[in-house]
């Protein structure tokens, strides 16, 4: 059975979109587009969540997932609370479990989970009572699941439908749990072709068994594309062994507009952030009239208000 | 006693037959017509209720543009059933503030989904007035809540329920289940 989901079918957590029914995905980004205009209103609050208490959990810094889940929260009439919970390597389950059982005493309703660790947000979720809901606002190498959600929201508004496009997720997809979500969602929501591009150094080996086509190459990687999604080049990978240097990196996998010319006209440029501008994305291209990074950002709080309400309205939250 | 709506037909319901959902948007219509300043919005809620807003837009013949409303998000029942699963867009184009407000709905039972209707309008801006035209008012109200319009008022039993349907050809129906 799926651990995200309640006996009758409905969400009850959401840890990851591998394995997340379609009917599900399709209902949350309808819900998300219910909520598009909440922001414009007098009162940008609905109240739903009104006496629910949230808990943002976060085990590793964030500034744009904590603060959108917290805006998110809020417009939903909820109580937010962050914490920012230092983490060490020593740190031990024991320890997030003490934490939890801790703020599920002040009776918390749902906890939003930031961690490094793979695997952090089912492991609280395993751990607590049926009422509480737990979502995962990344978690190590292994998901990001609303990322991936306002992904593919922002997709459907500029593009209107999957089943006829050819998506790009180009760059260090071996690190990278927002390409992982965002290759769920897009095969889930059948877009027949979603290429990955990167050095043989950054792609995980395997890849194509997601339902993938593995491009070494930019120029033929983004020949009509209709979607690009770049991703961050974290800059701690340059130490290792896996690539040369940053400039050599924006050589062959930096989008500029020369590079971008390959796709269709038309195609949209996204960008999880926070970019490193001049490494894997040149300015112009960021800044261009085909970026659509900054209403990813908008769109993810829709989309993260879509998923909490859902959640608490699995009727036991 | 409070007075009773302006409404055509009273009565008991004895039976599955209902008058023609067509006719009695009609029938409405001309209750409202010498109530509304030209200066009326119009606000339907989902599902039905947008429907018969629709029609009573177009016999009224009124200027301003139709609104609609989906009051998912204001239910006062979300933490006990959850969230309605096809939740459509509120779509209100226009400024609300100091306005009047024909609020449509297709059936007034309860009076829950006016009162969430009237908490979300409140949250775009304030309104001078809100009325509330229905196709029929059953009866079992919950809420400090009538019609100021019903083109059929009777009385439903409680397990009863009745729902408007729409055709592909947009014809309406009324059912009793």
């Known amino acids: 059975m799926n651990p995200q989901l309640s006996q009758d079918g409905r969400l009850r957590h959401l840890l990851t979109l591998d394995g997340l029914p379609r009917a599900i995905i399709t209902q949350i980004l309808d819900t998300a587009e219910s909520f598009m205009d909440v922001g414009e209103r007098e009162v940008k609050k609905v109240p739903l969540l009104r006496g629910k208490s949230i808990f943002n959990l976060v085990f590793e810094p964030s500034t744009r997932t904590r603060t959108t889940f917290e805006i998110a929260a809020k417009r939903l009439a909820a109580d ?8 060490s390597s020593q740190t031990k389950g024991e320890a997030i479990l003490d934490t939890v059982d801790n ?9 939003v989970v930031r961690h490094a660790q793979s695997g952090a947000a089912h492991f609280i979720a395993q751990h607590v009572a049926p009422h509480i809901s737990v979502v995962n606002a990344g978690d190590g190498r292994h998901a990001h699941p609303t990322q991936g959600l306002l992904d593919m929201f922002t997709i459907r508004r500029f593009k209107g439908e999957f089943h006829n496009l050819t998506v790009a997720i180009v760059g260090d997809v071996l690190h990278s749990r927002v390409a992982r979500s965002q290759i769920h969602a897009l095969t889930t929501l059948g877009v027949p072709e979603v290429r990955v ?23 033929a990687g983004l020949a009509g594309c209709d979607v690009v999604i770049m991703l961050r080049l974290q800059n701690e990978r340059m130490k290792g062994a896996r690539l040369p240097s940053s400039q050599e ?40 009239p085909q970026s659509v990074i900054l209403p990813q950002v908008t769109y993810g709080i829709a989309v993260r208000m879509a998923v909490m309400a859902m959640l608490a309205g699995t009727g036991n939250a | 006693m409070p007075s009773p709506p302006n409404s055509y037909c009273k009565g008991f319901l004895m039976h ?29 809620i989902h599902t039905g209720g947008v429907w018969v807003a629709e029609r009573l837009h177009a016999l009224l013949q009124c200027s301003q543009p139709l609104g609609t409303l989906d009051i998912s998000f204001y239910r006062d029942d979300f933490s006990r059933i959850g969230l309605h699963p096809q939740v459509k867009p509120s779509n209100l184009p226009f400024d609300l503030e ?27 801006d304030r309104p001078a007035s809100i009325r509330l035209a229905v196709l029929v008012d059953r009866g ?17 039993p409680d397990h009863r329920n009745i729902n408007l349907s729409r055709l592909d050809d947009g014809h309406l129906t009324l059912t009793l289940a």
């Not at chain 2, 829950?112 to 409140?122: K, P």
């Open chain 1, 80 to 87: 937010v609370v962050n914490l920012n919970i230092a983490t």
């Open chain 1, 103 to 111: 703020l599920s005493a002040m009776h918390a309703d749902m906890f």
């Open chain 1, 197 to 219: 591009i990167g050095p043989k150094t950054l792609l995980p080996t395997g890849v194509e068994q997601m339902g993938v086509r593995v491009f070494h190459d930019m120029e």
């Open chain 1, 249 to 288: 990196y924006f050589k062959f996998f930096g989008l500029t507009p020369e590079k971008l010319a390959l796709a269709r006209p038309d195609a949209i440029v996204m960008h999880p952030g926070p970019m490193n501008r001049g490494v894997e994305i040149a300015s112009e291209v960021a800044d261009g």
């Open chain 2, 16 to 44: 599955a037959s209902l008058p023609d959902a067509n006719t009695l948007i009609v029938q409405l219509a001309d209750v409202i017509a010498p109530a509304l300043t030209p200066d009326t919005l119009i606000v339907g």
């Open chain 2, 98 to 124: 100091d306005r009047a407000i024909l609020l449509v709905d297709d059936v007034l039972h309860s009076g829950r989904t006016v009162r969430a209707a009237m908490n979300e309008l409140f949250d775009y």
């Open chain 2, 140 to 156: 079992g109200h919950e809420l400090p809540i009538r019609p100021d319009f019903a083109a059929l008022s009777i009385t439903v």
